[in-house]
């Protein structure tokens, strides 16, 4: 009977429990029905755990555990190259109500009740194994929110919800917040179903609360006890921490700064000085910031000519010519990139050399994510076709493609079996020059 496994109304029996899952499947660890099977495909782990482990109603809307005021989920991991686990994803918090949010405060939010306490399992993803034989790692989670987090993630949530209550649910971004994101959660392409929003007539594609793959990260290293924090207190929000790492630089030029730091150019061929540097003021040399893998954030600097205009455009990923014909543009990298939020870091020539003269977060309007999605398509359209009449600067104000190879040699397939130098996509210089220009902080 339930109450011979475990007390659903006591915290600490719910997870002196779970550990029965930990190093096992769930296969192992309880007596499956026959037909489970046809669930694999149906439902995710989380709800097979719910049904069949804990013996809960997965459908319940409100926490899990309500007796004990205790919130369940159940999160995938990857297994890195030194042994330890990241976030295979974000963590799922639930469905954002656009009219209900709007009654809320923080204290009575939805995501406030959710995350109040939480117990988090993690199991180890295997894309070629069933669900029910996925097996659990690391040892439950009691999650509580600290209080640097929570100053973290009540701003994010206000950013949100503030954004629905100026009739703008339908612009909604993930690079608008740092730890709570407004990730989508529909099915995507022109078929899905759009949702009303109270304060416009405009309708809005699916979002859902989550805990971004960077903050679940971050999670998971406290709790494998390799995480430092950002900030030891709650004075400065992460954005206004990090630009105050800038601030005894500002106006400074590069050569004073590298004196400073006792950081040089290597030779005339440093390619990335400028982002080492960049690096070194805000106290390391580690290509990838661990404030910033955090925070899904990308730093770009960025070096103006005399004229006010980029030395070049900005660089993505190089676009992968199979890939891109078996996606959608909210499934694409480029589509997740400028969602994401940047670090902006602006170097100025001048009469003295380069000088740094602003560092600000940035995240592209919506607006402009409609123009680079009409860039992707028109790209993806001319590669199922074969043809490299790709999106050049001119033809759009926001991005191109164009080149971004080592060589002549490096290249890759098109669909007809021809080869053609590998291609990325580019915001065009000329916008981010816009984008310096009309800043104010």
Not at 62 to 83: C, H, M, N, S, Y
Not at 192 to 218: C, D, I, M, W
Request: with cysteine.
């Amino acid at each position: 009977m339930f109450q011979e496994k475990y007390d659903k109304s006591s915290v600490d029996s719910i997870v002196s429990y779970s550990n029965l899952l930990t190093g096992k499947t769930l296969d192992e660890v309880v007596t499956l029905p026959g037909k489970v099977e046809n669930l694999k495909n149906k439902g995710d782990l989380g709800r097979l755990i719910e049904t069949h482990f804990f013996e809960i109603d997965p459908s319940n809307q409100q926490i899990d555990f309500p007796e004990a005021g205790l919130e369940l989920k159940v999160t995938g991991l990857l297994r890195r190259t030194d042994g330890s686990f990241s976030a295979k994803e974000r963590l799922v918090l639930g469905m954002i109500n656009f009219h209900a949010l709007i009654e809320e405060d923080w204290e009575t939010s939805y995501v406030y009740i959710k995350c109040q306490l939480m117990l988090i399992l993690f199991y180890l993803y295997n894309k070629d194994v069933r669900r029910i034989d996925q097996k659990f790692v690391l040892a439950p989670l009691l999650y509580q929110i600290t209080e640097w987090d929570e100053a973290e993630l009540k701003r994010d949530w206000q950013i949100i919800r503030a954004k629905v209550i100026a009739g703008k649910a339908h612009e909604l971004s993930e690079g608008d917040t740092f730890l709570l994101g407004a990730c989508r959660k529909g099915a995507g392409g022109e078929k899905e179903a759009l949702r009303s929003q109270p304060k416009s007539n405009v309708l809005a594609k699916s979002r859902a609360f989550s805990f971004k793959t960077s903050y679940l990260n971050r999670i998971i290293q406290r709790h494998q006890g390799g995480y430092a924090p950002v900030a030891n207190a709650v004075d400065y929000n992460f954005e206004d921490s990090i630009l105050l790492k800038f601030k005894p630089f500002l106006g400074k030029n590069v050569r004073a700064i590298s004196s400073d730091l006792n950081f040089h150019k290597s030779g005339k061929n440093h390619k990335g000085f400028l982002s080492d540097l960049s690096r070194r003021m805000l106290g390391t040399s580690k290509k990838l910031l661990p404030e910033f893998q955090d925070n899904a954030i990308e730093m770009k600097t960025v070096r103006l000519e005399a004229n006010g205009i980029p030395r070049e455009h900005m660089s993505f990923p190089q676009i992968d010519f199979d890939e891109i014909r078996n996606q959608t543009w909210e499934d694409s990298e480029f589509f997740e990139k400028v969602e994401r939020k940047f670090l902006i870091v602006v170097f100025d020539r001048d009469d003295d050399g380069l000088t740094l003269s602003k560092v600000f977060f940035w995240n592209m309007p919506y607006e402009d994510r409609l123009v680079a999605g009409g860039v992707w398509e028109a790209t993806k359209a001319a590669i199922e076709r074969s043809q490299t009449n790709f999106p050049r600067a001119k033809a759009s104000r926001v991005a191109h493609v164009r080149p971004k190879a080592r060589n002549k040699q490096d290249t890759a397939a098109l669909p007809d079996g021809s080869h053609f130098p590998k291609q990325a996509f580019w915001l065009n210089r000329e916008y981010i020059a816009d984008v310096i220009r009309n800043y104010r902080r």
